[in-house]
């Protein structure tokens, strides 16, 4: 592995390490300021792992995003979003 893949590698786990112990963010709120979320880290994963001639399906790479099956996450740490959230989340879309 060359420095500058070694030096993504270490900067996305780091991303993941701070996502995870920041579990009261909420993906809406991820989307409606950054326009990502964990879902769209765990497509991208599943894209370029696909590239790299792997196969890491979509619900295998949420697993590794989310460090745990994405429906526990879920169960455990998702709350419902609030009408302003989603307000701001279909405002967003409507620009693109």
Not at 30 to 41: D, E, K, P, S, V
Not at 56 to 70: F, L, T, W
Request: proline share 2%; net charge negative.
């Amino acid at each position: 592995m060359d420095k500058q893949t070694a030096i993504e590698a270490a900067v996305f786990r780091r991303l993941l390490a701070h996502l995870d112990s920041r579990k009261d963010v909420q993906n809406i709120e991820l989307m409606n300021l950054a326009g990502f979320c964990r879902n769209c880290l765990a497509k991208w994963y599943s894209t370029a792992a696909a590239e790299a001639g792997e196969n890491v399906d979509y619900e295998a790479a949420r697993s590794i995003v989310y460090g745990m099956p994405y429906s526990e996450w879920k169960e455990k740490y998702q709350r419902e979003a609030t009408p302003e959230q989603l307000a701001a989340f279909n405002a967003g879309q409507k620009k693109d």
